[in-house]
């Protein structure tokens, strides 16, 4: 009875994981990719039943399914280090990206990690009216803001920022789903971009991405987009946001998202890599990762970055 159970739920297994390298064929095959790692210890730990229950044939079979999801873990767990070598001393600046969850019981927190941290500027989605209350304290502190609400009162995506905005930059996606602005950065056009997609399938996730086609074909030569994408960093849905918006993803963020039915402790283990960062032009990521959890069901994603002045 263990041994048909386990090789039924092998089966499974490794069907989810193949459908998951279909998402280029229809956006519902790529709702499994967000669970490949999750699939791939599944078999691991499954293949130990097999030996166990003298299947050895099946316990190779299922290490070597798991191959995709172990490759996959070292880049989603390990520390995001230096994408690229600065040739003089540029300033680094700070990015704090944090979807503060509407029914987040511990604004406190919040407002503390961003009275330690200093950044230079501020992602938050999901800030509901609750929110604008508790951060109006933000406003004299971050001369520039941008804000785009969505249509129900969870709340929408606010940019703040030191930096200048270029005031007839601004846009925003329907929903939130992008909120788009310029900032002057050591004398170069950047282009912020805060992210909140929806769900993956059956939720209007990729439908969203597919919007955004013409506006992310358009965007600045340089550009930072960190947020909320609701997808892992290998979707198909993620990797075709990077290409439209000719993007390079960074890496090593880890796990972002739990649900908040498990301990948001767990989520560095058992969560999913669904907030993500891009660049690319004379932006330079040299770090980032996650930080502790501030009440939302999210982690805060701290990112540090400079502005490549040479030719």
């Known amino acids: 009875m263990i041994r048909l159970l386990a090789l039924l739920l092998i089966a499974g297994s490794v069907i989810a994981i193949g459908f998951g390298f279909l998402g280029f064929l229809h956006p519902a095959f790529d709702t499994f990719a967000n669970f490949r790692t999750h699939f791939s210890i599944a078999l691991i730990l499954l293949s130990v039943v097999c030996i166990v229950t003298y299947s050895v ?66 992602f938050f989605n999901e800030m509901s009216e609750q929110w604008k209350d508790q951060l109006t304290g933000l406003d004299a502190r971050y001369r ?36 788009l602005i310029d900032v002057t950065i050591d004398d170069q056009i950047i282009s912020l971009g805060s992210v909140h997609l929806r769900w993956p399938w059956p939720a209007s996730g990729p439908r969203q991405v597919n919007n955004l086609k013409p506006i992310l074909h358009r965007l600045g030569a340089s550009a930072l987009v960190v947020g909320d994408f609701n997808s892992v960093s290998w979707s198909w849905l993620v990797r075709r946001f990077a290409q439209y918006g000719q993007l390079q993803i960074i890496g090593g963020i880890g796990p972002t998202w739990l649900h908040q039915l498990l301990p948001i402790s767990w989520a560095k283990r058992l969560g999913l890599p669904i907030d993500n960062a891009m660049a690319k032009g004379k932006v330079v990521v040299t770090q980032a990762r996650t930080l502790e959890a501030v009440g939302s069901d999210h982690l805060p994603v701290l990112v540090r970055f400079s502005i490549k002045n040479r030719k």
Not at 62 to 69: F, H, R, W, Y
Not at 78 to 101: K, M, P, W
Not at 166 to 178: F, Q, W
Request: charged share 15%; aromatic share 10%; proline share 7%.
């Open 144 to 179: 520039h803001t941008f804000y785009c609400p969505e249509w129900q009162q969870i709340g929408g995506s606010k940019i703040y920022s030191r930096l200048p905005m270029t005031d007839d930059s601004g846009y925003c996606h329907p929903h939130s789903a992008l909120a």
């Open 57 to 122: 044939k099946w316990a190779l079979f299922s290490l070597l399914v798991a191959v995709p999801g172990i490759i996959i873990i070292p880049s989603v767990y390990g520390d995001s280090g230096s994408q690229q070598e600065l040739a003089g001393q540029e300033r680094t600046y700070t990015l704090l990206h944090l979807n503060l969850y509407y029914q987040n019981q511990t604004p406190d927190k919040v407002i503390k990690l961003v009275d330690h941290l200093d950044p230079d500027i501020i």
